[in-house]
């Protein structure tokens, strides 16, 4: 099965300041990749997808992340933190092999310093 | 729109005890799926339903059973509960005919604690 790496099990950042959240991922010929986002107690939220349309992916609440092959990366950045970003966030990525269903990383906690 | 909704919301069981647990969705989507999140780990598919009538097992499919009830509800049974079954469950759906594309979308989840 295909695999993600999320870089970093915890991000703290201060209010206002720029965040950067690193997923690698597996090879693969066409990866279908995905950001969701966690909020305390919450379900999960999509934040944006990569379907190959375009390598840079805007999503909702002014994240966006950047598909770059020769790196296998798809990492997620918003330019100016907001407490309300403070969550759990997964990359995530369909599992392939024939086996329907997602694979996700192990998640990064973004804490938001006041 | 309620979009995903899951019963019950927390639930607690004694070691051996059996429940199901609910999931049902009004977004006529074809696929659904049940998972499991464990501190740490992420979200670890346990069963999947591709279509109404079909079921296959996930990564993690020991010690569940499920049934697609038809295309809005798919259920997941713990027949003999153990304490390694405490986590958080949540079931997800999606529509099935953009393939890899589609984007699924999550239910609110069950706390389960297996005393």
């Known amino acids: 099965a295909q695999s993600v790496t999320q870089l970093d099990s915890h991000v703290s950042v201060s209010e206002g300041t720029p965040v950067l959240l690193r997923c690698n991922y597996s090879?693969?010929?066409?990866?279908?990749l995905f950001w969701y986002v966690q909020h305390p107690n919450k379900g999960l939220q999509l934040l944006l997808k990569?379907?190959?349309?375009?390598?840079l992916v805007k999503g909702i609440n002014g994240f966006e992340a950047e598909f770059k092959k020769s790196e296998t990366s798809f990492h997620l950045t918003k330019p100016s933190a907001h407490m309300s970003d403070a969550a759990e966030y997964f990359c995530?990525?369909?599992?392939?092999?024939?086996?329907?269903?997602?694979?996700f990383g192990k998640g990064t906690h973004l804490i938001i310093q006041p | 729109n309620a979009g995903v909704t899951q019963t019950p919301k927390f639930q607690v069981l004694k070691t051996g005890q059996s429940m199901t647990l609910q999931c049902a969705q009004d977004?006529?989507?074809?696929?659904m799926y049940w998972y499991r999140q464990d501190p740490g780990m992420g979200l670890r598919l346990i069963y999947y339903?591709?279509?109404?009538?079909?079921?296959d097992k996930g990564e993690v499919p020991n010690g569940y059973n499920v049934s697609r009830l038809n295309k809005r509800e798919f259920s997941l049974r713990l027949e003999s509960a153990a304490p390694s079954q405490t986590s958080v469950y949540f079931c997800?759906?999606?529509?099935?005919?953009?393939?890899?594309?589609?984007?699924?979308?999550f239910g609110p989840g069950t706390r389960l604690t297996v005393l």
């Open positions: 995530v990525r369909y599992s392939g092999g024939g086996a329907d269903g997602l694979t």
């Open positions: 990569y379907t190959s349309a375009a390598t």
């Open positions: 339903s591709a279509s109404e009538g079909t079921t």
């Open positions: 997800a759906s999606r529509d099935g005919l953009a393939g890899v594309t589609d984007t699924q979308y």
């Open positions: 977004m006529n989507h074809n696929s």
């Open positions: 090879s693969s010929y066409s990866p279908s």
